[in-house]
Each structure stands twice: as C-alpha cells, then as structure tokens.
C-alpha cells in the first residue's frame, strides 16, 4: 500500500474543470479522493468507501467534470474490490468510469491483480459492444447509485501484526533451561563418613574443592515478565578418600564418601529491564534434597589417619545441607533470537535443619516456544 499516497497526489490531483465546473467542488472532490487513499493505506476501508461515495455525490450534484468524476468511479471501484470482494459493485464503478473517460487506465502499483483483472474485462467489454453483466454479476446495464456507506455486517478485515515494544523476556508458553556450574559455601555439620574424624577448621566446615553440578529447568510463562518453573540439580564430588576405621570402615572394607548430591527447587522468577537483549532476572524458590560440600578432615590418631588405600592417606569426606532448602537467585538472558537465549547467574540455596549456605555460578542455554 506505499504506493496509494504518492498515487493520491497524482491521480488525484489538479485537473482543468469544465465552464459550468463548482470550482470549490472540484477541490473537495480531490481532498476527498485523497484522503479516501489515506484510509485504505492505513487499512480504514469502510471510511475509505464512504469519502469516495461522497465525492460521487458531489460530482453529480455539483457538475464536476468528466475526467476527475471517472477517476472517483474508478477509485471506489477498486476499493469495493480489493477491501468488500463486491465484485458487481466495481464493475459498475468500473463501467461508469469509462463511460465517462473511454481511455481512463488503471496504474499498475494501485490495483492488485484481481482488480486489475475486472478493469481489464470491463473496459474490453466496452470497447467491444458488450456491456452485459457476466454470469456472476447480476445487475441492471444503467450503474445505480453507489453502494450504502453503512453496512449491516461490518466486514472481517484481517489487520497487519504489530510486533509489542514491551520485552517479551519469556513470551507466553513453555521455558526450558539446561546448564551447569560450580558452587561453593560454608557448611556445619557432622561428617557424611568419618564418624571419628573433626573439621580442619575446628567445625566451620570450609569446603576445599569446587564440586561440579548440572541443572535443568522446566516452566511456563505465567506472563511476558513472570515464570513458574521447576528446577533439579544434580552435583558432582571427587577427590574424596577412602574410609578405613569408624563404625563397619575397615582396611578390609573400606567406606567410600558420597560421589552426587540430588535436589529440586519449585521457583518464580522475575524478568525486567528496557531492553529484549540483555534481560535481568531474579528469582526464589522453596524445595527438598541434598547439597554437598567436600571439605578436609582431621583425625585423632597422629599416626594413622584411617584414610586412603594406604590408611594414611589425607582424608577428604563430604558434609550435605538439606533436605529442605530455600532459595534465591539472579541473572540475566542474553537473547539471541526471540526463542534462544544465553542465561548466566548466580543461584544460592539455605539448607535445613542440616545447616548449609550453597551458592553456584550457573551458565545454560535457555529455549521458549
């Protein structure tokens, strides 16, 4: 439709009326005719076919001249066409015109090829002695009036889609999210396997190694900047040793500390921000399972430790928070494409009545439809 407001200043546009012309009725047959184009661009179709039954009004009852009065038979002709399907209606129009002006065209970048296909058939139609209706138009050879303006049922114009300016952070729809990180925290309590044994650091629970954890993410966009998700978590331990003394630990059967912690957390998650790139986010959660840290131990024997295949080995065991566990995180998505992002942040969890405070630096990729 770009082309329709540059055509109004030309096809529209001035023409030299004839002696008994209303020279003010002229010009509003003209602002009509344009702003009649205005509205079918901007999709106003049944304004646009109203302001153009107006100028034909005015045609007839003022005297303009042939020439713009053929041109407004031919706009309306269009409009019933390509915005009503009323095909008889612009044939009509179409006849009317070019009784008026037997050489009136129709510019290609006005008319889409329906239209221009009707013109096509009228105007030959004409120039050929037949101006009978066809078999699917059923109308008298003499055009009656212009259609009403009003219409009992208004048509179903299928309007352009708007993209919205709001950041649609998640969308409407389903949100999944895969990642994986490491944590890191402070922990309090009784050692998983060394029974005999007390924390290096007189009971602080300072963890010595980074455990490794993978996650996953499932939710539903309850709206464009609030997600309702479930999210497990699963971590990864190395580096603990062997126990050989304590309780059923011996050389011979030795116990091994626990090598994966499993949790879940149900969240809501809050998305802000002006920007649809870079999308901050925070989020909590309440849920169950463990969270272990690996952590350094000491033992009362000075000269066996009790741990390794050689039973002096340093010992290294696990201490876990949970089962229950409170959450809280933020982050931000690094969008992509409207249904890929990148998510970075960092997520922590409180562990209870095992004391523990976890926090993990989490990288994932995240997926909306």
Known sequence: MLGFLAFSSAFVGPAIPLAWADGDAQGDVERLNKAALEA???????????????????????????????????????????????????????????????DLMAPKWLFNPEAQALFDEVKASIK??????????????TPPPPPPVLRSKPPVVRKPVVKSTEPAVT????????????????????????????????????RTERPAHIFGEFGYSLSPTMLLSAQLRLGFLSGTSQVNTGGDCTLATPCHPPTT????????????????TVVPYVSVGVGGGYIRHVVEIKVDDA???????????????????????????????????????????????????????????????????
């Open 303 to 369: 000269t066996h430790t009790g741990c390794g295949a050689d039973n002096n080995s340093a010992c290294v065991d696990t201490v876990k928070g949970g089962p229950f566990l409170i959450g809280a995180g933020a982050g931000a998505l690094l969008r992509a494409t409207d249904t890929f992002a990148i998510s970075v942040g960092l997520d922590t969890a409180l562990g209870l009545p095992s004391t523990m405070f976890n926090a993990d630096l989490d990288v994932g990729l995240a997926l909306q439809f």
């Open 261 to 276: 912690a499993f949790s879940g957390l149900a969240k809501l998650t809050w998305f802000f921000g002006p920007s649809d």
């Open 171 to 206: 969308g409407s729809g389903i949100f999944l999210r895969l990642g994986g990180g490491f944590g890191f925290g402070l922990a309090n309590n009784a050692l998983e396997t060394n029974n005999h044994a007390s924390l290096v650091s007189g009971g602080g629970g300072l």
């Open 40 to 102: 079918y661009d901007n999709l106003n179709f049944e304004q646009s076919r109203k302001q153009l039954s107006q100028a034909l009004d005015i045609c007839e009852s003022k005297g303009v001249n042939a020439d713009l009065t053929a041109k407004t038979h031919l706009l309306l002709g269009m409009v019933l066409i390509a915005a009503f399907n009323e095909k008889s209606g612009a044939r009509l129009q179409f006849q009317s015109g070019l009784k008026l002006k037997p």
């Open 128 to 141: 050929s002695g037949d101006t009978g209706d066809s078999s699917d138009d059923q109308e008298e050879e």
